[in-house]
């Protein structure tokens, strides 16, 4: 990869992730946390929403609050997460970009920002949040994937 491409990228990819930031900062993150029946049962599909608002934002002590990740950088360690939660996916590929929150239920729900393309011919990329659940012994599943709109404002 050459150096130029490899720049506009990074400028690219911290560009969308301070956008999705400031929109979580602002409008608050509705996301799925896992509960203690959830845990021990395979097939409920009890969720709770947890309101992150600003006080809440980059608080550690907050159980169950979602905490924004002070380095959005999607490392060795976070792209095996993503890769191994993704790899069954079939109809698209899902490329992380950048890792956006993280939250501390009985184990860790992940927010990652993603590049995703439909597989079939001429199909446009877009923008994703990839939301995956680690229980505490490393298993992985995807709670949901919500496409993101992205505007330029006028």
Not at 4 to 11: A, D, G, Q
Not at 88 to 101: D, N, Q, T
Request: with cysteine; hydrophobic share 40%.
């Amino acid at each position: 990869m050459e150096p130029e491409t490899s720049t506009s990228r990074n400028l690219a990819t911290k560009i969308v992730a301070i956008g999705l930031i400031s929109i979580f900062a602002n409008a608050g993150l509705a996301a799925c946390s896992r509960t203690m029946a959830d845990k021990n049962e395979k097939t409920a599909s009890e969720f709770k929403i947890v309101d992150v608002s600003n006080d809440n934002i980059g608080n550690a002590a907050t159980v169950g609050g979602w905490q924004t990740a002070e380095d959005q950088t999607v490392t060795e360690a976070r792209r095996a997460v993503f890769e191994k939660a993704t790899e069954k996916l079939v109809g698209a590929r899902h490329e992380p970009v950048a890792y956006l929150a993280s939250q501390t239920v009985s184990g860790t729900n992940h927010c990652f920002l993603a590049k995703t393309t439909t597989v079939r011919p001429g199909a446009v990329p877009h923008y994703t949040l990839v939301y995956i659940y680690e229980d505490l012994q490393n298993n992985l599943e995807i709670l949901k994937i919500e496409d993101v709109e992205i505007s330029a404002e006028k």
